[in-house]
């Protein structure tokens, strides 16, 4: 392993590099979209440090970036470069997930233990519309704590940020009203969160989807553990716009402390909201799959997908263009935008697909 780079010296090669207040990702700057800066000194554990970059197979985006050249390079850079969480889920077997763990963190890092690693954890079994007509069996809910068990050894004293079962609102449309998804959630946030350098943010869906009534996100966090977690995050799945889910956020924020959970941030996906749009206006304009919703075909076309606002804890910066109250907010409620959601895939699951990363990172805005 690497020493960790003093902090002086770290300041003057950050001063070496920074363009615009933008620390570059790789040394292919004209290619590489904006990648977090070192923050101002706060209480923000995802501010200060450098946002690593998976290099390596196991992101999609990786190997057609590798063989692309010319503009096509330069387009899916604005994909392969962005520092981004990983899925991680029940596709990687128990006796696996420790070792995927480990090497998706040393590349990621370098071997330089104050880089910031991303994950998300997708692992729980039964869900989406599954979890709504069955509940998991004594074998998956041990399973599932083995799992998590492994992972949490594995990412160890990694400085890390962790996206905790994107689509979080289907844990409340279990069968009979049944609180045990909700409970094996909890168990996850209780057991990552106890890690010494890991900041947990719970999936509580998007505004929308929680029908813009932050009691009923707090009804979803609550029993998902969020009290030991650093807090939430919204927007994975979804489109909706960076300034709807800051708003929402922050009302969702005052709610928990209406409750005696206090202190809690959150963090925004912004991988898909670039031209951001509701589930209604999808329906309205466009119909057919939310997931695979269509791509913008230009950059002055609206509530269609583009990447959004790059990942960054430099949350309040003019750069992303937020009303002058909605940029308050973010500075004192969130604690970086993420790119946890994956537009350029079918259905946000998988394959690649080309034609559509191509799109989302021509037609951006940022």
């Excluded at 909706?240 to 202190?263: K, M, N, P």
Aim: with cysteine.
């Amino acid at each position: 392993m690497l020493p960790r780079v003093p902090r002086l010296l770290l300041a003057l090669l950050v001063s070496l590099v920074l363009t615009g207040g933008v620390l570059a990702a790789t040394t292919e700057a004209t290619a590489v979209p904006p990648a977090p800066a070192l923050a101002r000194a706060s209480d923000n554990p995802l501010a200060g440090h450098r946002w690593g970059v998976y290099r390596g197979g196991a992101e999609m985006a990786w190997a057609p970036y590798q063989r692309s050249s010319g503009k096509n390079r330069r387009l899916l850079a604005k994909i392969a470069l962005a520092p981004k969480a990983k899925w991680f889920g029940a596709w990687i077997p128990d006796g696996q997930i420790g070792a995927k763990v480990e090497e998706y963190v040393a590349n990621t890092t370098g071997g330089d233990d104050d880089v910031l690693v991303q994950m998300t954890v997708f692992r729980m079994v039964p869900w989406e519309h599954e979890a709504c007509r069955r509940l998991p069996t004594a074998r998956e809910k041990a399973s599932y704590k083995r799992w998590i068990a492994r992972f949490a050894r594995a990412v160890g004293d990694t400085r890390a940020a962790i996206v905790l079962q994107p689509d979080g609102p289907f844990a409340m449309c279990a069968p009979r009203g049944s609180k045990v998804l909700s409970r094996l959630v909890a168990h996850a946030s209780r057991k990552l969160s106890a890690l010494p350098r890991t900041s947990v943010y719970v999936e509580a869906g998007s505004a929308g989807w929680n029908h813009l009534d932050p009691a009923e996100a707090v009804r979803l966090l609550t029993r998902a553990g969020v009290q030991h977690a650093r807090g939430f995050h919204l927007n994975t799945t979804h489109y909706e716009t960076t300034e709807r889910q800051v708003r929402f956020g922050a009302e969702v924020v005052r709610a928990l402390e209406a409750r005696g959970i206090t202190g809690k941030h959150f963090t925004v996906d912004t991988a898909q909201n670039g031209r951001g749009f509701t589930w209604e206006q999808h329906r309205d304009l466009h119909g057919g799959d939310f997931d695979s919703a269509p791509t913008c075909r230009t950059k002055k076309q609206q509530h269609c997908v583009t990447l959004g606002i790059p990942p960054t804890a430099d949350v309040a910066d003019p750069r992303w263009g937020l009303p002058a109250d909605v940029a308050q907010l973010a500075a004192t409620y969130v604690d970086g935008y993420l790119w946890a959601g994956r537009p350029w895939l079918r259905r946000q699951a998988a394959p690649f697909l080309l034609k559509r990363a191509l799109a989302v990172a021509r037609t951006t805005p940022y």
